[in-house]
């Protein structure tokens, strides 16, 4: 791998960034001075430090964060966008939610720069399930059972899934599709409406109740097993 690309991967440089930094004879490579950002380095083996503090490589990251609401699942210079909760550094590793959630929609959203593992996690034939605690204007059991069984929607017919229900008006539903507005235009298809919608779980990565909203961290590497599993 070039070196300027291990050191733009780490995040604490931009490509271009990273290559002024190895001419200026601001970084080592296993002990020694270089200022070629082409020369080729070893990301398993290779000591790389940038201004004498050591740079490690990580391919990919994998985030969490408690999306708070008033704010859009996009990497477009939005100024609502999720991205911006993130730290400058993240911001340069080319990072993306995996999904999307509504703008008044809140809780675990997945971000990461692994397009592979992305793509089979939001790909139908792996009925990824997402739970999510709703709060609604009150609906009956004859409801709940039409909600599990699917409903022609107006450009779809919404799969058969999972809803429990605490009260009338409070519950959780688990779907494993990611239609635009799915889980508002279900209930809405049976004479209810969505006026709160957290999500909780995406496959088998549970929201950590220790984060409050807008506050991120770095999957755990049990939860990245997790998610990989699940994508494979």
């Not at 991967?9 to 270089?34: H, I, Q």
């Amino acid at each position: 791998m070039r070196l300027d690309k291990y050191l733009a991967d780490s995040g604490l440089f931009s490509r271009k960034e990273a290559g002024a930094a190895v001419r200026r004879g601001r970084v080592t490579v296993n002990g020694e001075v270089c200022r070629d950002p082409s020369v080729k380095v070893d990301e398993k083996t290779a000591r790389v430090e940038a201004d004498g503090k050591p740079i490690g490589y990580v391919k990919f990251r994998y985030i969490m964060l408690n999306k708070p609401t008033d704010t859009v699942s996009t990497t477009e210079d939005d100024p609502k966008s999720v991205m911006k909760l993130l730290p400058p550094e993240y911001q340069k590793m080319d990072m993306f939610p995996c999904g999307r959630l509504d703008i008044d929609t809140v809780g675990l959203l997945l971000i990461t720069n692994d397009g592979q593992t992305t793509h089979a996690l939001l790909s139908p034939k792996h009925h990824c399930e997402k739970t999510y605690r709703f709060e609604c204007l009150p609906i009956d059991e004859d409801a709940r059972l039409r909600l599990e069984g699917g409903l022609e929607l107006s450009d779809f017919v919404s799969k058969p899934c999972k809803v429990s229900l605490t009260d009338p008006t409070h519950g959780e539903i688990t779907v494993t599709e990611g239609k635009y507005h799915q889980v508002k235009r279900m209930f809405h298809a049976v004479g209810s409406e969505i006026t709160y919608l957290e999500r909780i779980r995406f496959g088998g990565l549970e929201l950590d109740p220790s984060l409050e909203r807008g506050q991120w961290r770095e999957l755990r590497g049990d939860e990245i097993d997790t998610i990989l599993k699940l994508a494979k």
